[in-house]
């Protein structure tokens, strides 16, 4: 998302704050990127009182989706599938007026979803959520994904889902 968002987009962007829990990510990301990306837990490290979150326009990441994803035989009580809260902290810290969140479908509907647009609400954003297959912008596949993005100054409704790019030319007629 971070690519995305540095070299798609017509502003300029800069990575203030990134996090993973894999180290092997991290060094990739810090490689390619701002160097601004920490390892570890992102509940430890919110919990932790040294950690201060810089200032942000913007949050964008997808918090784990393993919790929701239908590949998981034990999800009803996946504790991951809390793992949105952070973010939502993230958001919180950093005063951004805009996130991104990305996720696998099945969030979309979920109860968590639900507290996610409260928790949202309560933050003082507008929502909107919906389903987008990447084929529909130009990547070579099919995998959906579903977003959820929160504005502060402006409906995010007047603004996305963004206008598609491509089509299956055998589906239209």
Request: aromatic share 10%; charged share 20%; glycine share 6%.
């Amino acid at each position: 998302m971070t690519l995305g968002f540095t070299k798609l987009t017509a502003y300029p962007t800069c990575s203030v704050w990134a996090n993973d829990v894999n180290k092997f990510a991290v060094e990739t990301y810090n490689a390619n990127f701002d160097n601004c990306c920490v390892v570890g837990d992102i509940v430890t490290i919110l919990d932790d009182s040294q950690t201060s979150i810089p200032q942000a326009d913007i949050v964008i990441g997808g918090p784990p989706c393993q919790g929701f994803s239908l590949l998981n035989k034990n999800r009803e009580n996946d504790p991951r599938k809390q793992l949105w809260r952070p973010f939502m902290e993230i958001v919180k810290r950093s005063n951004a007026g805009t996130f991104v969140m990305e996720n696998v479908p099945q969030l979309l509907g979920s109860s968590e979803h639900q507290q996610i647009i409260e928790v949202a609400t309560i933050m003082g954003f507008q929502t909107v959520s919906t389903v987008l297959c990447a084929a529909d912008y130009g990547v070579p596949q099919t995998r959906r994904r579903a977003f959820i993005v929160g504005c502060k100054f402006v409906d995010p409704q007047k603004f996305f889902p963004p206008k598609k790019t491509h089509y299956d030319p055998l589906k239209v007629r």
